[in-house]
């Protein structure tokens, strides 16, 4: 299986900000699509953001759970393969696990895949 590799993640004051980013996979594909998840503490996981298929370089996505809307940006870079999350006005509600997950298309074959990170933590400390 892939595996996307997740960075970006540690503790910040409330009403900073971080930039997660993903990528680091061993193989040679365009992003179809893309999207980020986040487990907070008690709760199921939940879906921050998530883009349509076909999205290459520059893309930003405009679909936002609704706590995350006005601060939270979700872009990609085709060219380095990588995506990331810009996150801003981050309050202590925000802390958990985030995950990424891409929808690529192999380059030498167009075979369609999906892959996923391991999850990296984000504090916010009151």
């Known amino acids: 299986q892939v595996q996307l590799v997740e960075s970006g993640g540690g503790s910040v004051e409330a009403g900073g900000s971080l930039t997660l980013s993903c990528g680091g996979l061993?193989?040679?594909?365009?992003?179809?699509?893309m999207a980020w998840w986040r487990q907070l503490p008690g709760r199921q996981r939940e879906l921050v953001v998530s883009t349509p298929l076909g999205i290459t370089d520059s893309g930003i996505t405009t679909k936002y759970e609704d706590s995350a809307k006005g601060r939270f940006t979700a872009t990609s870079n085709n060219s380095r393969k990588t995506i990331y999350l810009q996150m801003t006005n981050l309050k202590p509600e925000d802390s958990g696990i985030y995950f990424c997950?891409?929808?690529?298309?192999?380059?030498?074959?167009?075979?369609?895949?999906?892959?996923w990170g391991q999850g990296i933590q984000v504090t916010v400390n009151s």
């Open positions: 061993g193989v040679i594909f365009s992003i179809e699509g």
């Open positions: 997950n891409v929808q690529g298309k192999l380059i030498d074959n167009l075979r369609p895949f999906g892959a």
